[in-house]
């Protein structure tokens, strides 16, 4: 017994150096987080049902927060068709950002329901963390994010949800965030897309530009009339027509009365839209648009060459203008006194007085 008493003495005086790590280090990590969580859910008798199974189960499926292998950069969110890729990139740059408590900075704007299941014990442990401005951590974590996304967040129609005096004096990311993410993706997105895809709409104008043919013009016609469909408004055939008829060259009478195939064109979808379907008129629309758009291009130089027009015609007539006649004198060159009916000597030749 004697010599067991020695033994045990003599091994405690030779501790072993255990050097940690990576895996050492993520295991000590699982092995917190998983108490934390376990002592929030006053679940402290489970950690004598914990098994070196369990312990490996946790070490595989769970792993510390770490810095990605490429760096992720904010980007401005600058339209708000863009918004959903925008959120994504968001959120994935705050899971990254740790807060002084080394727990990510995205539990800030997490969802208010938490998930059926969560993939790791972080993601549980932030679900637990309080989101509420009373609680000294979080306020200072949500005035992070309040930062970053008035920095990054400059679409005109998202910014007066800054301007908000509640949120900007308390500085409440979280609170502009589920404000931002409800009016652009929630109950409230429906309505604002329904009212820009009107908008766009009344704007659309075919202005005969060689950069915006017919096809283009019908194209970007059809994506809103989709938007409008997608979200539960549905125009008919007539009501199409008659928007398309009045988007054709509404504010050029010039162009349109120097091509009156315009003119017949807008008669002609007036005068079927009881009886034509959306797509007859669009595709009559895109052939006589076809068939005339070189035909108008031509005309529209045409009046800009009439415009252009001045004392050009007169030159090479032998009739000096008012503007180059100072310079048909002795000292002008021969060539141009020869051109304007002079003798090299800047005499000026028989029958030219």
Not at 44 to 58: G, I, N, Y
Not at 233 to 259: A, G, Q, Y
């Amino acid at each position: 017994m004697t010599r067991w008493t020695d033994l045990a003495k003599l091994l405690a005086k030779n501790k072993p150096c255990i050097l940690l790590n990576d895996n050492h280090q993520r295991l000590l990590v699982t092995l917190s987080l998983w108490a934390r969580v376990r002592i929030v859910y006053g679940q402290q008798e489970d950690f004598d049902t914990l098994t070196r199974k369990h312990v490996a189960e946790l070490t595989e499926c769970n792993y510390c927060v770490s810095k990605p292998n490429d760096s992720i950069e904010l980007t401005e969110l600058k339209d708000t068709k863009q918004y959903t890729p925008w959120r994504q990139s968001f959120e994935k740059y705050l899971r990254y950002q740790l807060n002084e408590d080394g727990v990510p900075l995205s539990y800030v704007v997490r969802s208010t329901t938490p998930p059926d299941t969560f993939s790791n014990l972080m993601e549980e442990l932030c679900y637990l963390l309080p989101v509420d401005m009373s609680d000294a951590n979080f306020r200072r974590d949500s005035n992070v994010v309040f930062a970053l996304l008035d920095q990054q967040v400059t679409a005109p129609i998202a910014q007066p949800h800054f301007i908000n005096k509640k949120n900007h004096k308390d500085q409440d990311g979280r609170a502009v965030f589920l404000t931002l993410n409800n009016f652009l993706e929630g109950a409230n997105a429906r309505a604002r897309r329904i009212t820009e895809a009107e908008d766009a709409l009344q704007k659309l104008v075919w202005n005969f530009s060689p950069n915006f043919t017919p096809e283009a013009f019908t194209s970007t016609y059809m994506k809103h009339l989709n938007t409008l469909e997608q979200n539960g408004v549905i125009w008919d055939d007539f009501r199409k027509i008659r928007t398309m008829r009045h988007s054709i060259l509404p504010n050029n009478p010039e162009i349109v009365s120097k091509n009156a195939w315009i003119n017949n064109l807008k008669e002609k979808l007036e005068e079927k839209q009881q009886e034509w379907t959306f797509e007859q008129a669009v595709q009559h629309f895109n052939e006589k648009g076809r068939q005339h758009c070189k035909k108008g291009k031509r005309g529209i130089s045409g009046i800009n060459r009439k415009k252009g027009r001045g004392n050009k015609s007169k030159k090479g007539r032998g009739e000096p203008t008012e503007d180059n006649a100072n310079d048909l004198g002795p000292n002008a060159s021969a060539q141009k006194q020869k051109d304007r009916g002079f003798k090299n000597n800047g005499e000026p030749k028989k029958g030219h007085h």
